[in-house]
């Protein structure tokens, strides 16, 4: 199902010239959130790994790990491939929000466009929030450049005509 025209958003997504790792951000969620996340990457059979500073382990099956304490206060990312060519960097820092990034060199054209946006859909039922994608750093500052939505269970572009 095509919900977005690359022709809409191609100015957007141009990596060299806004950013190359939009952030994807779902608000308001809780530990329960992030269990359902895993547990759609296991039953979807999305690739995923869990790294701890500069060591990756294996995702662990209860959402509260990924929270264990960090005396050491490394960083933590879930790294998912929802496809094999399409990867979302999750960082695990509070379970009050998923956030993470993706690559713009691997949303290029029409069918990377519709491939995307299935993938945030399917966040965004599973988890029956919101899923928006922001410009590279703004999740917290900036209206999102497009979203599923849940009321419509779609994706929608939101940014409007790019302003060079």
């Known amino acids: 199902m095509r919900e977005i025209e690359w022709d809409e958003v191609q100015d957007w997504f141009d990596p060299v010239g806004n950013g190359s ?6 608000a308001d969620t809780t530990l329960d959130d992030w269990q359902a996340l895993l547990t759609m990457i ?3 059979g999305w690739r995923a790994e869990y790294e ?5 382990v294996g995702v662990p099956a209860s959402a ?10 490394w960083l933590r990312s879930l790294w998912v491939w929802p496809q094999p060519d399409i990867e979302l960097i999750l960082r695990v820092w509070t ?6 990034d993706v690559s713009l060199h691997e949303l290029q054209g029409q ?13 965004g ?3 029956g929030k919101r899923v928006g994608m922001y410009a590279e750093g703004c999740y917290d500052a900036y209206p999102p450049m497009l979203a599923y939505e849940v009321t419509q269970d779609r994706v929608v572009f939101l940014a409007g005509p790019w302003r060079a």
């Open 125 to 127: 039922q599973r988890l």
């Open 52 to 56: 701890i500073g500069d060591e990756r």
């Open 42 to 44: 296991r039953t979807d």
């Open 111 to 123: 069918e990377r466009l519709d491939d995307f946006c299935g993938i945030l859909r399917r966040l």
């Open 95 to 100: 379970p009050e929000v998923i956030v993470g």
């Open 21 to 26: 790792a939009p952030d994807i951000a779902i």
């Open 64 to 73: 509260a790990d990924l929270f264990v304490p960090n005396p050491e206060g």
